[in-house]
């Protein structure tokens, strides 16, 4: 995949009968996407764009989208398939809200531990994400959910959280207390 897109949602069912279908859109703000005017679909190795004729956002996170110059049973071919949009899109973000991809390479500091190491990636699972942190070539893994999550500086390119008690211990045993 390439970093630098982003993943948007995806092409769920038809709708009607002229070419008009139904996407989920992956975001909690879906508001935000009501006037877009393209999107690019993963055809292969390649984001080929798709000019939007019409977007009409539902409840549910959906939107009714008509691209152009795709009509009738063109539309079927399109279906499963996921949505895009370049990184610069992406609406910014403050405070202690911020995409996976841009906190990668921050600090992580811990309100016990201190500086557990460095936000390595993200893992979805089904339920909520997982930050990645890399402490010396181990690896700890932070459930990411917003209560544990206490400030992101920006500027200095650190996190700060509160892991649940023992959970860092799990990765790192005593090391961290003898630093």
Do not use: W
């Not at 970093?3 to 769920?12: K, M, Q, S």
């Not at 370049?86 to 811990?110: A, M």
């Not at 930050?131 to 690896?139: A, F, L, R, S, Y």
Request: hydrophobic content about 35%; charged content about 30%.
């Amino acid at each position: 995949m390439n970093n630098e897109y982003f993943y948007l949602g995806l092409i769920t069912k038809p709708f009607g009968y002229k070419g008009h279908l139904i996407a989920y859109l992956d975001t909690d703000e879906p508001e935000k996407y009501k006037d877009l005017r393209a999107v690019f679909i993963l055809e292969g190795n390649e984001y080929i764009p798709y000019m939007i004729d019409e977007i009409q956002l539902r409840g549910d996170r959906t939107a009714i989208v008509k691209f152009a110059d795709v009509d009738g049973d063109d539309a079927k071919s399109l279906l499963k398939s996921e949505l895009y949009l370049p990184l610069s899109e992406l609406p910014p973000l403050t405070g202690n809200k911020f995409y996976y991809h841009e906190v990668v390479g921050f600090s992580v500091i811990d309100a016990e531990k201190g500086n557990i190491g460095t936000c390595k990636d993200f893992i979805d699972v089904s339920s909520h994400s997982i930050m990645v942190v890399d402490n010396n070539g181990t690896e700890i893994l932070i459930p990411a959910v917003d209560e544990i999550f206490d400030d992101v500086d920006r500027e200095h390119k650190t996190i700060a959280i509160h892991a649940p008690e023992g959970l860092i211990d799990i990765y790192l045993g005593d090391r961290n207390e003898e630093e």
